[in-house]
């Protein structure tokens, strides 16, 4: 098996504002659910469907599924990067472009752990202000268009830059 060059790559500024923006907003969205928690039914929306019109409730313990997932991917792309020689990668790795690659795949995971913290912050969000008749009772009709344009190209322009930094 062709052993890939095993090199420590340190976070760059950008990474670091990332990964400090990522955990101020984690935060944030911790102490909302903490400081409106008691102010919530018991029973809240927690499912929505394309239209982002309410089709499921359950318990507004819940709401702390969703924080519990943002810490854990948080936790573990901050440990995954430690190790971007074990990554899966779509094109071949040398010790000419290892130090290129490994650096771009660890961004990566910092931008991805961004991006699904405030995406996950702002389901959570939502729901919170649904559920306390805040605002108007759905998560948005153009919640689900948004995400899947957002994945689009955040997948095409990873991919780009994988290929441009072959």
């Known amino acids: 098996m062709n052993q890939r060059p095993k090199i420590k790559i340190e976070p760059s500024l950008f990474d670091k504002i990332t990964i400090f923006t990522t955990w101020s907003i984690f935060i944030l969205i911790v102490v909302y659910t903490f400081h409106t928690f008691s102010e919530l039914p018991n029973t809240i929306p927690t499912h929505f469907?394309?239209?982002?019109?309410?089709?499921g409730f359950s318990s507004k313990n819940t709401l702390w599924n969703l924080t519990g997932l943002i810490f854990i991917i948080n936790v573990g792309f901050l440990?995954?990067?430690k190790?971007?020689?074990k990554f899966n990668y779509i094109v071949k790795i040398t010790e000419e472009n290892a130090k290129r690659q490994y650096t771009l795949a660890i961004r990566l995971l910092f931008v991805t752990a961004f991006l699904t913290t405030v995406l996950l912050s702002f389901i959570n969000y939502r729901i919170i202000q649904i559920g306390l008749n805040a605002n108007q009772g759905n998560i948005?009709?153009?919640f689900l268009p948004i995400?899947?344009?957002s994945v689009v190209i955040y997948v095409s322009v990873t991919t780009y830059l994988i290929f441009k930094n072959k």
């Open 49 to 55: 469907d394309e239209k982002g019109e309410i089709n």
């Open 79 to 81: 440990i995954l990067a």
């Open 83 to 85: 190790f971007p020689h």
């Open 140 to 142: 948005g009709k153009a």
């Open 147 to 149: 995400i899947l344009i």
